[in-house]
C-alpha cells in the first residue's frame, strides 16, 4: 500500500494555475472566514472534530479553507460526486 497517496497534497493544477489560485484565496477569503465562523457557532461538536482533523494531517496547515482541507472550483460543468 502507498500511503503517500493518503496524504492532503496540492493538486498539479493548482501549481499549473497558481495566480487563479491565489486570487481565489485573496477575493474569497472573507467568505471562508464567515463559513469557519458559522459551522463553529452552529456545529460547535463537529467543528472542533474538523479542527482536530486538519491539525493532525501532514500538509493541511495553512488551508485558506480552515477547518476543511481542500477547495475544489467547478466552473460550467456537470460532475458526479467526487
Do not use: M
Not at 501532514?58 to 475544489?72: D, I, T, Y
Request: charged letters at 20%; aromatic letters at 8%; proline letters at 6%.
Amino acid at each position: 500500500t502507498n500511503l503517500r497517496q493518503t496524504l492532503p497534497y496540492a493538486s498539479k493544477e493548482t501549481f499549473t494555475h497558481q495566480q487563479l489560485y491565489l486570487n481565489i484565496q485573496a477575493n474569497l477569503g472573507e467568505v471562508f472566514e464567515w463559513i469557519e465562523e458559522e459551522i463553529s457557532r452552529h456545529l460547535p461538536d463537529e467543528y472542533k472534530v474538523l479542527v482536530k482533523l486538519v491539525d493532525i494531517l501532514p500538509n493541511a496547515e495553512g488551508s485558506p479553507v480552515r477547518p476543511f482541507l481542500s477547495l475544489v472550483v467547478n466552473i460550467n460543468v456537470c460532475t458526479v460526486a467526487h
